[in-house]
């Protein structure tokens, strides 16, 4: 007489790591827990990281131009008063300009991997313009409907070069208002896309084959449309 008897189910070593990870993700779902928040966050902060290191002066310069710029009317009706001249003229002066994005509040930055699409989506801060470093041996005055003498127009120019931080920072306005030059938001934007497919192959270890650059909007300026990069920058925020 044959008797009956209970066998035991084998489960083996890789079946519990299955079951273990079903369950994992069954937690997950029930949870509600955000991984793809986590994940946009830890690339995020990988991004600032690696961008400070190879950036530690806390700006991150995309773009050094030398640009002739003319100076403010208010600038210019100094000169003339401390000059006792009365005329319409028009002071200008080449400067290197650089552009940069701030790295000190890495809240302004924000870097989504979609991996399905190798595509990087980087969001960072509004560019702003470090003081131009004006050549002062490039002062030109131009003077409108008069004539003036010429040792006039060389006390200008004297003048001009020795008030020579004055001219910067007077500069310093024109050159952020050239931040609306579509040629030049385009250099700036593909100067940001070159870090970040770095950052790529360094940190991710991927190859996008797309990275999309936007900017938030100014300080201040709540709506992105009012912004004159944000018009041709598409400006992202956090999903």
């Not at 989506?121 to 010429?150: C, F, K, M, S």
């Not at 360094?202 to 018009?231: C, M, N, Q, Y």
Request: hydrophobic share 45%.
């Amino acid at each position: 007489m044959t008797g009956a008897y209970y066998r035991k189910p084998f489960v083996s070593g890789r079946g519990l790591l299955v079951l273990a990870a079903v369950v994992l993700v069954g937690l997950l779902v029930v949870l509600g827990l955000p991984r793809v928040s986590f994940m946009r966050k830890d690339v995020s902060q990988k991004l600032v990281l690696y961008l400070e290191d190879i950036r530690p002066a806390g700006k991150l310069v995309l773009l050094t131009a030398t640009e002739r710029y003319s100076a403010s009317k208010e600038f210019t009706a100094q000169i003339l008063a401390i000059l006792h001249l009365s005329a319409k003229v028009e002071i200008s002066a080449l400067a290197d300009t650089s552009y940069y994005v701030d790295l000190q509040d890495a809240k302004q930055w924000s870097a989504v991997w979609n991996g399905s699409g190798k595509t990087l989506r980087l969001t960072a801060p509004y560019p702003d313009v470090l003081l131009p470093a004006v050549h002062t041996d490039t002062i030109e005055v131009r003077t409108e409907g008069q004539n003036l003498l010429t040792n006039a127009v060389f006390r200008l120019k004297k003048e001009a070069e020795a008030m020579r931080s004055q001219l910067s920072a007077d500069l310093e306005q024109r050159a952020r208002e050239s931040l609306g030059d579509a040629e030049l938001q385009d250099k700036i934007r593909a100067s940001l896309a070159d870090l970040a497919r770095s950052f790529c192959s360094s940190v991710l270890h991927v190859r996008p084959e797309t990275v999309l650059v936007g900017f938030r909007p100014r300080a201040g300026r709540s709506d992105p449309s009012s912004s004159s990069v944000g018009a041709a920058l598409p400006t992202f925020g956090e999903d």
